[in-house]
Every structure is written in C-alpha cells, then in structure tokens.
C-alpha cells in the first residue's frame, strides 16, 4: 500500500538515506538498523512528514500529495515520551476527533478510562504508550508507523505492549534496533545500514540464516540469558564514505568492497553484499 | 520568596491605583519654601527640588511607570511572540523574511530608534509606549522564534500534523504553550529596564515631562543631588527596584506554575 521508490532523503544537504527501495506490504514489515541508519529519517518520509530530494513515495500506486485522506489512513505511534506534556491524555486521544468517544478507546487499549483527566507525567511509561496508540487508533488508520514503540520500556510492560500491537488488525511497519520484536510482530524485513538497505527477506529467515555480514553482527549482538556479552569492540563505529559503507568494520572485506555493492535476488531475499552468497 | 514577590507587586500595585487617598500631598503641589527637605514626619520621604511631596510623587508615579511597563511589554509580547510562532514552526522562507526584518530592528540600538521615533512624535506618555515598544518587539520574537522551531521538532506536534490537525490550530495548541515559559521568565526580568528605558527618555525630554510623576524621570531629575540629597533619587529608584524584584519574583513563580511537571494528581 506504501512504497518507497528510489528515495534519497536529507537533512539540509547531508543525505541521510541513499535510493531506497522498499514497500510495505500486508503481515508487518519490520525495518531494523542502529542508531543513526536512517529509520526514523524513512518512517517521516513514509508519514509525509519530510519530502526526498529523489525518487518518490507512492501510496496506492500513486504519488504522495493529497496528505488530508492520507493523514486519516496512516498513523504514527512514537515513543511514550511522544505525548505533549501539557495537555491531558484524554485530550490527546480526542484530538483528530474530538466527538469520539475517549472512554472506548482507552478501553480498547487497556487504560482506565478514570486516566482521560491526567497529564501524561502522571501516567507510568506503559500508559503513555497505550495513550500513544490510542490517539493513533481514533482515526481508523489502515496503517501504522509505529517507530521503537516498545525502547523506553522495561521487559514486562514490553511484553503487554507487544501483546497488544500484536492483536490489532491494522496494517504496520515497524521501526526498531530489537530483533525479538521485530520477529514478533512481522513477516518481512528490511535490515538498514547507513542510510541504506543491505538485506531483506522473510523475517524469520533473515533472522535464523543472515546474508549479509551487517545482520549477521546484529543477529549475534543479541544477549543471551547464561551467555557471555557481546565483544565490544573499544571504538566508536565507522562507516566507509565510499564503496561498501559497511567495509571497515567487516570481518569478511575484501579488495572488492571497495565498491559499493548492488542489491541482488537470492531466493526471495536481496542482499546488498559482495559475499553473500558465501554466507 | 515567590508569595513575598507577589505580595510586593501587589502592594506597589494598589498603592498605585490608591494613589489619590493614599497620598498626603498632591503630586504637582510646589512649595519654594519646602524645596529639598529631608525625611520627616511631615513629608516621609522628604521633598524635591521644587518643594513637591517625594512620597506622594512615588506613589503617582507609579501609574505612569507601571502602565508603560505593562503596554510596552504586553505589546511587544504579542507582536514578537505572534511572529516569533510563525516563523519557527512554518520555518523556510516565513522565517527567513520575519528574521530579517528582525534583525533590522536589532541592528539598530534600543535607546537611539526609541529617540528617533520619540523625536517624529509629540513627548508623551504614549509616545514612550510606542517608541520602546518598537525596539522591544524584536528580542521576543527572536526568542520566540529560537523556542517554538525546537518545540516544532518534537514527536507531539508531529503526531498532530499526522492527524491532519491545521497548522495554525498545532501552533495555538502545541507550540505557544510550551514555549512560552522562556517568554514570561524574559518579560518579568524586563520589566526593570523598560522602567529605566522610559526615565531616559524623559530625561531626554522625548517622553512624560514635568510636572507629571514618573519614576524614572524622578531619578533621572535627582541624580545630580544624589551626594547633597540623598532621598531625591533614592525612594523613586528604591520604587524601581523592588517592582523589578517583584516582577521577577512573579517570573520564576509563572515559571513553576506553568511547568506541568510540578502539578501533583488530585
């Protein structure tokens, strides 16, 4: 329903994502990455938020102008801190549509009601974030943004939040650094890498068979209970200007890297890798 | 502190407003004979050099300078703050253009563009009004401009545009609320030297003029007697002062008040 074509998007004159390509398609889409590859920069690009410099963002098969019927089929859910500070929850939830009724959609994502009256400091951090999905929900979107909805939270209140994403029958592209979730709540995903996307596929493949050396660092990054920490490596991470952005901290470069690699078919993943196939 | 704040303002307020029973002398009645009379039981703040009641002048002089504190700050607030909202969230080239008009009222310095302006006008109080208001507007709407572009990036005001909330309706909801707390600290710590701005243009003879009773005008009139006597520029500075102390007082309480973080659940 939403697709990126070719997207180039920037921050003044500093792009921050390079000709993406990528679309959400129905069974959740997951788009994983650190901190700084771009997967916010692309969630504001899919929200009409922010405009590419290049290529473009088709909804329906159409370029993306008419934001007002856009706006009521694709919502975002922020962070529990993505509520204005001032204005009470239930004011929040009602401000798309101020004549439905509050109280049902509080309900429906497990809040009291009695909270409509609060400000969102006086909620815990698991009660903002049913906030934010409710006033995401009171639109009847078709589509949800939902951008590491779940980071700010400790592990049991993740587990209930999860829980409740996973139960609703919308639409929805998922933003976050955490694999757990990510394979959870979608069926394909997309792994990005300095602004770029250097692996996609079915979620639960991507995820047990990595193609590309980047997704396979993520994947063993993951702490396990009883094992030993991932190994720091004492610096700060580095991303190549040219060629493979990725090169400098890859265990497999080779003279070849030095070129940036284009996104090939591999069954049904792409992967952007000189050496994928030897993974 | 903050309740002694508003309890000053107050005080210097209603002494103000109460001026006409309150004060034991009128505040233009010269004496020759009284001229400079230190502090007495008769005249508690002694007189001026004109004979006149320094007390009563005080507390007349307090409408003058406090109704130019309140319109030059209250105008300057709406006029910068309006533009200031509009070129930080719209951003671009709304920005671009506001900011540069700005910057041309900043170029220039306060105290000149106000005599320059109070030159074209007739001296009068109002001529004061405007004169400083013209080159006050422009320190709100930088502020104003420099907070509401940040508040414009924050996740709230982003979900309401992806409501499809109209941007004027964000701005009025959204970002004048949390931005205004910068402002309302800026206007309570200005409001001393708006005082002090119009006794200078007085002095200059470009704003109220004798016999009218203004503090500032008092000073400036005073400071030369300042080491033979005292009490002349003494009272109407202790007046400028304190109402200073206690709009500032009121700033950080407003600051405070309008911090939701600190409101408890009922």
Redesign the interface.
């Known amino acids: 329903m939403l697709k990126a074509e070719n997207v180039t998007l920037a921050y003044g004159r500093t792009p921050v994502v390079h000709d993406v390509t990528l679309e959400i398609t129905p069974g959740g889409v997951g788009l994983i990455g650190e901190s700084g590859s771009g997967k916010t920069t692309l969630a504001r690009a899919f929200l009409g938020l922010l405009k590419p410099v290049k290529g473009v963002i088709l909804y329906g098969g159409r370029p993306l102008t008419d934001l007002r019927a856009f706006r009521r089929e694709v919502q975002p859910v922020f962070q529990a801190e993505s509520l204005d500070p001032r204005m009470r929850v239930g004011r929040s939830i009602a401000e798309a549509r101020p004549a439905m009724p509050v109280a049902s959609l509080m309900e429906a994502v497990g809040l009291d009601p009695a909270l409509a009256g609060r400000r969102p400091h006086e909620l815990s951090g698991g009660q903002r974030q049913r906030v934010v999905i409710a006033r995401a929900l009171a639109v009847e979107p078709r589509l949800l943004i939902l951008d590491e909805p779940t980071s700010a939270l400790d592990v049991t209140v993740q587990a209930r939040i999860l829980e409740l994403l996973a139960g609703l029958e919308t639409e929805r592209l998922l933003i976050t650094h955490n694999l757990a979730v990510v394979s959870r709540l979608c069926r394909t995903s997309h792994v990005l890498f300095a602004g770029r996307v250097v692996e996609s596929g079915p979620t639960a493949e991507l995820l047990a068979r990595p193609m590309h050396p980047y997704t396979r660092a993520l994947r063993e990054a993951v702490p396990e209970l009883g094992g030993s920490p991932p190994a720091a490596t004492g610096a700060e991470p580095v991303t190549a200007a040219t060629g493979c952005a990725y090169r400098l901290r890859c265990p497999l470069a080779v003279p070849a890297c030095e070129e940036r690699p284009e996104p090939v078919a591999i069954g049904d993943r792409r992967v952007a890798c000189h050496r994928a196939t030897e993974l | 502190m903050r309740r002694l704040g508003a309890f000053l303002l107050a005080l210097i307020v209603l002494a103000s407003l109460a001026a006409p029973w309150l004060a034991p002398y009128p505040e233009d009645a010269v004496d020759p004979l009284s001229s400079l009379l230190p502090p007495s039981p008769e005249h508690w703040f002694g007189t001026d050099q004109a004979g006149r009641d320094i007390f009563s002048r005080v507390l007349y002089g307090g409408q003058t300078s406090l109704l130019i504190a309140i319109a030059v700050l209250g105008s300057s607030a709406l006029v910068g703050v309006a533009l200031g909202m509009t070129a930080g969230y719209a951003g671009g080239w709304l920005r671009d253009v506001i900011m540069r008009v700005t910057d041309i009222f900043l170029a220039f310095p306060a105290l000149l563009l106000s005599v320059a302006l109070a030159v074209v006008l007739d001296p009068t109080v109002t001529t004061v009004i405007v004169a400083i208001a013209a080159t006050w507007w422009p320190w709100y709407a930088r502020l104003s401009m420099s907070v509401a572009a940040s508040v414009s990036t924050?996740?709230?005001v982003?979900?309401?545009?992806?409501?499809?909330?109209p941007a004027p309706l964000i701005v009025v909801?959204?970002v004048l609320?949390?931005s205004l707390t910068p402002v309302l600290v800026q206007l309570s710590l200005d409001a001393g030297g708006v005082i002090l701005t119009a006794a200078a243009l007085s002095y200059l003879g470009l704003g109220a003029q004798d016999p009218i009773a203004e503090w500032g005008l008092m000073v400036e009139q005073g400071q030369s007697l300042i080491s033979t006597n005292w009490w002349v520029v003494t009272f109407p500075g202790l007046a400028i002062v304190l109402t200073a102390f206690a709009f500032n007082v009121l700033g950080e309480g407003l600051r405070n008040a309008l911090d939701?973080?600190r409101?408890v659940?009922k």
């Open positions: 924050r996740p709230y982003d979900a309401a545009r992806c409501l499809g909330v909801r959204h609320p949390n939701p973080r409101t659940i």
